[in-house]
């Protein structure tokens, strides 16, 4: 089992949807959870950052991290075609080890 | 301000040649870090470096060399190119004691395929 499970995808839905991007993880140490954006053939960009639980909103995105089901989300409301990428989810602990565990990324498609 | 600056952007390799991926920053930024990335296998981290001088192993360093003379500049040598090396290879960085301490810009990335 890997420690952090992202379903791929992809996922289509129509403009203006709201989408939901998961990712669930095995590993209670996890305390910083991240978002990147990964268009094709291009880098990844941070997109959000959460220490702990909680929610974090920066426009039209929010994250949520629910520590006691081990399961973090992304929110996009009011989707655009320029939001179709890759979402990929990251974590790790606590402390100087900055051992980035990732996803796999879901590959998303707003159709206009 | 560039951010970060990899090159070449694509290449081409024969099994057994050597070759040496740029990374480049103008950010001032302490941590740098190389990461390739495989369909199904996802981000892995190559090599990281936490300030000039300073290199450590990352979770696939096997073929692979860094070094830091400077702050600015994080070459990854592929010492003896193997097929298993032909990936998508990005560089990293973000500020030390960044409070969201995760790695903050990446590269564009570099193509590379070992024939």
């Known amino acids: 089992q890997k420690e952090v499970e992202q379903d791929p995808g992809p996922l289509s839905v129509p403009e203006g949807a709201i989408v939901s991007l998961n990712c669930t993880y095995s590993?209670?140490?996890?305390?910083?959870f991240m978002w990147y954006r990964q268009y094709s053939r291009k880098g990844p960009e941070l997109l959000m950052y959460t220490y702990s639980s909680g929610n974090k909103e920066d426009g039209r995105f929010t994250a949520q991290v629910d520590k006691s089901s081990k399961y973090i989300s992304l929110f996009i409301r009011d989707s655009q075609p320029s939001d179709s990428a890759t979402y990929l989810c990251a974590m790790r602990g606590a402390g100087n080890n900055r051992k980035l565990i990732w996803g796999l990324g879901t590959s998303l498609a707003v159709n206009p | 301000n560039a951010g970060v600056t990899q090159t070449p952007k694509f290449q081409v390799l024969k099994t057994g040649q050597s070759m040496t991926l740029q990374c480049a920053q103008d950010m001032n930024h302490e941590y740098m870090s190389w990461y390739r990335q495989d369909p199904g296998m996802g981000l892995r981290l190559i090599h990281y470096?936490?300030?000039?001088?300073?290199?450590d192993q990352g979770e696939v360093p096997n073929g692979y060399n860094v070094s830091r003379s400077t702050t600015e500049d994080f070459p990854l040598r592929l010492l003896s190119a193997a097929p298993s090396q032909t990936s998508v290879y990005f560089c990293a960085t973000t500020r030390r004691g960044d409070s969201m301490n995760t790695e903050a810009f990446f590269g564009q990335g570099t193509r590379l395929t070992v024939v």
């Open positions: 590993n209670s140490a996890f305390q910083y």
């Open positions: 470096s936490v300030g000039a001088g300073i290199t």
